[in-house]
T-cell receptor, first 114, second 113 residues
């Protein structure tokens, strides 16, 4: 059962454009929503994260928008650059107090063209 | 500060064999989690260890096991390897259990032939 749905599967954006990746979740017990960036041959690297009591968080060119009532969150990459070309994963964490784990979306392969 | 170190980086094993993968977390980090990454299933949670105890386990068969040592280093073992076990195995470390920021290693690429 996939608890975090991510779209689109792939995305091509021109340099300078805005890249938008969307995720939706089902479990209201999730309490932390990170985005990871992964380059080929590397492990995922934390990009930016948000908690459900905040509707938006911005770090440089990266912004997370969070809609708790709709159970959706999205990543916006402003002024996209060729170096942003990578696979992006959204994730959601559930911490029960004795155990925690991240549930990942299926990933979005972003290509930024010149 | 050194990052998460996973060894070996690449492994080729034969069906039916067993394999042990190693993960050294960031110095001072006490929580280690393991994930399996495949093109078809994406990133899936295997286990979480904290203070040498398994705190959480994903939906994987009993052939997948792990442990954590007193220095927080962790190993995972897969017995009776199947072709479908071919994947990138990733380890992530956090300062404390439930700590929000998890840092991933580069992974071990396991190929089962």
């Amino acid at each position: 059962q996939q608890q975090v749905k991510q779209s689109p599967q792939s995305l091509i954006v021109q340099k300078g454009g805005i890249s938008i990746i969307n995720c939706a979740y089902e479990n209201t017990a999730f309490d932390y929503f990170p985005w990871y960036q992964q380059f080929p041959g590397k492990g995922p690297a934390l990009l930016i994260a948000i908690r459900p009591d905040v509707s938006e968080k911005k770090e440089g060119r990266f912004t997370i928008s969070f809609n708790k009532s709709a159970k959706q969150f999205s990543l916006h990459i402003m002024d996209s650059q060729p170096g942003d070309s990578a696979t992006y994963f959204c994730a959601a964490r559930r911490d029960t107090g004795t155990a925690s784990k991240l549930t990942f979306g299926t990933g979005t392969r972003l290509q930024v063209t010149l | 500060k050194a990052g998460v170190t996973q060894t070996p980086r690449y492994l080729i094993k034969t069906r039916g064999q067993q394999v042990t993968l190693s993960c050294s977390p960031i110095s001072g980090h006490r929580s280690v989690s393991w994930y399996q990454q495949t093109p078809g299933q994406g990133l899936q949670f295997l286990f979480e260890y904290f203070s040498e105890t398994q705190r959480n386990k994903g939906n994987f068969p009993g052939r997948f096991s792990g442990r954590q040592f007193s220095n927080s280093r962790s190993e995972m073992n897969v017995s009776t390897l199947e072709l479908g076990d071919s994947a990138l195995y990733l380890c992530a470390s956090s300062l404390y259990r439930g700590e929000t920021e998890a840092f991933f290693g580069q992974g071990t690429r396991l190929t089962v032939v």
